[in-house]
C-alpha cells in the first residue's frame, strides 16, 4: 500500500512505515509530510497492528530533514509551515501504539525530530543525526522543546546551538539511540524488538507510553509554535537559506 509518497505494509502484528523519495534524500517534501499522516492513521485503526516501525528507502538516509525549496520569508507562510510541521513531527508520541525508528542513514532536522519522537531508534552503524538549522539561522522547533529532556540542558543547547552530527555510536552515548546495529541486520533487529513488545500485554504497554509521555505536547510547542516563526524575517535566515540554495557558505551578519 503507498500513500503518497511512503510505503505501508503489514508484517505479522507490526506496521512498516517507509519514506521513499530516496533521490531526494526522504527530506520532508509535501508528499512524505501527507503520506506519514495517512500512514500512522491506517496503523492507528488496525485492530492487528500493535508497533509500528519507520524507516528511509535507499539505504542512505532516514530522512533528511525540511525541504526548503519553497521557503517563503512571510509571516503567514512561517506561521502555517511551523504550525503544520512541528503537528507531525509529534504525531509518533501521541500515536497509542509503539514506534520504533530503524534509522538507516542520515536522520537530519525534521528527520532527526522525528526519531527523537519515536519510542525507540535503532540505528544502523551508518546513521548520522544533527539538528543542522543552526545554519540556516533557524533552530529545531520539536527537538528544542524535546532535546533537554532527553540528553539534559547543556547537551541539547551544544546540539542545537552548533548543528554537529553525530554518529550512531555518539547518539547511543547520549542516550538517544536504544541499539547500534549493522546495517544489514537494521530492519531485523527493528522487528525482534516489536516482536517482543507485542508479545506483552497490550493495555499495559499502552499505558505505559501514554504514562511516560504524559508532560509532553503541552506549552512548551505552543510556545515553539509561537516564537519559531520570528526566525524566518530574520536576514541571518534568509542569509543562511539562501546560501544553502546556491551551495555556499553563509555569511551571516
Known amino acids: 500500500m503507498r500513500f503518497d509518497s511512503v510505503n505501508y505494509e503489514t508484517n505479522g502484528t507490526t506496521a512498516l512505515i517507509t519514506f521513499d523519495e530516496p533521490d531526494?534524500?526522504?527530506?520532508?517534501?509535501?508528499?512524505?509530510?501527507?503520506?506519514?499522516?495517512?500512514?500512522?492513521?491506517?496503523?492507528?485503526?488496525?485492530?492487528g497492528v500493535r508497533v509500528?516501525?519507520?524507516?528511509?528507502?535507499?539505504?542512505k538516509s532516514f530522512c533528511a530533514g525540511a525541504d526548503i525549496s519553497g521557503f517563503e520569508f512571510t509571516p503567514t507562510y512561517a506561521k502555517n509551515f511551523i504550525d503544520e510541521v512541528l503537528d507531525i513531527l509529534a504525531l509518533p508520541?501521541?500515536?497509542?501504539?509503539?514506534?520504533?525508528?530503524?534509522?538507516?542513514?542520515?536522520a537530519f532536522g525534521g528527520g532527526f525530530e522525528i526519531s527523537i519522537?519515536?519510542?525507540?531508534?535503532?540505528?544502523?552503524?551508518?546513521?548520522?543525526?544533527?539538528?543542522?538549522?543552526?545554519?540556516?539561522?533557524?533552530?529545531?522547533?520539536?527537538?528544542?522543546?524535546?532535546?533537554?529532556?532527553?540528553?539534559?540542558?547543556?547537551?541539547?543547547?551544544?546540539?542545537s546551538m552548533t548543528g554537529v552530527k553525530l554518529s550512531?555510536?555518539?547518539?547511543?552515548?547520549?542516550?538517544?539511540?536504544?541499539?547500534?546495529?549493522?546495517h544489514e541486520q537494521l530492519l531485523a533487529e527493528a522487528f525482534a524488538l516489536a516482536d517482543e513488545l507485542?508479545?506483552?500485554?497490550?493495555?499495559?504497554?499502552?499505558?505505559?507510553?501514554?504514562?511516560y509521555n504524559r508532560e509532553l505536547g503541552g506549552d512548551d510547542l505552543t510556545y515553539a509554535k509561537d516564537v519559531m516563526p520570528f526566525l524566518f524575517l530574520d536576514d541571518d535566515t534568509k542569509e543562511g537559506v539562501t546560501a544553502f540554495r546556491e551551495k555556499r557558505k553563509p555569511v551571516f551578519k
Open 24 to 47: 531526494k534524500l526522504n527530506a520532508l517534501s509535501t508528499g512524505i509530510r501527507s503520506g506519514f499522516c495517512k500512514a500512522l492513521e491506517q496503523a492507528r485503526h488496525d485492530d
Open 52 to 59: 509500528i516501525v519507520l524507516t528511509g528507502a535507499g539505504g
Open 93 to 106: 508520541e501521541q500515536i497509542n501504539k509503539p514506534v520504533i525508528a530503524a534509522v538507516n542513514g542520515y
Open 117 to 159: 519522537a519515536c519510542d525507540f531508534i535503532i540505528a544502523s552503524e551508518q546513521a548520522k543525526f544533527s539538528a543542522p538549522e543552526i545554519q540556516l539561522g533557524l533552530l529545531p522547533g520539536f527537538a528544542i522543546a524535546r532535546l533537554n529532556k532527553l540528553v539534559g540542558r547543556q547537551q541539547a543547547k551544544y546540539l
Open 168 to 182: 550512531a555510536e555518539e547518539a547511543k552515548d547520549l542516550g538517544l539511540v536504544l541499539k547500534v546495529v549493522p
Open 198 to 211: 507485542a508479545s506483552k500485554p497490550q493495555m499495559a504497554i499502552r499505558y505505559a507510553k501514554s504514562i
